[in-house]
């Protein structure tokens, strides 16, 4: 089996969408208009996809509440530090930082919302 995707419930689609569009690059390749909002984001490769969806009647998690290692969404970057400024600025906080023995550098932010965001700027790539 190949993956698809794996989805998120969320509050504010539109403004999650906007976010991660504007400032991590993800792009929107299908976007329903009513309820629930379903919208799906691709990576730069377009290999992986995000769904971002809105149903009141369904619990939603509070990313706030749990460790960032419970559940994170994990970003390739080539300048960690660089990219945690440019997040902080447009609402991201951080969380923590972590240098590997290999050299990786991996640091851990929650988005506007509280849904950590890692960024992983590795010496190996996967």
């Given amino acids: 089996m190949t ?5 998120l419930n969320v509050n504010n689609v539109s403004a999650v969408v906007k976010w991660y569009v504007s400032h991590v690059g993800l792009s929107v390749v299908s976007q329903q208009k009513q309820l ?6 691709a990576d730069s490769s ?7 969806y809105h149903r009141s009647d369904e619990m939603m998690t509070n990313f706030e509440t ?3 290692l ?6 390739v970057s080539e300048n960690a530090q660089g990219d945690r400024e440019r997040l902080e600025i447009e609402g991201a906080t951080f969380v923590e930082e972590v240098r590997k023995e290999d050299g990786s550098h991996l640091i851990m932010l929650r988005d506007p ?3 950590p965001l890692q960024l992983c700027q590795r010496t190996v790539k996967f």
């Fill in 113 to 115: 919302w509280g849904m």
């Fill in 36 to 41: 629930p909002f379903m919208t799906f984001l």
């Fill in 3 to 7: 993956f698809e995707h794996f989805a």
């Fill in 66 to 68: 749990q460790h960032p």
């Fill in 46 to 52: 377009d290999r992986v996809i995000l769904e971002i």
């Fill in 70 to 75: 419970t559940f994170h969404l994990a970003f």
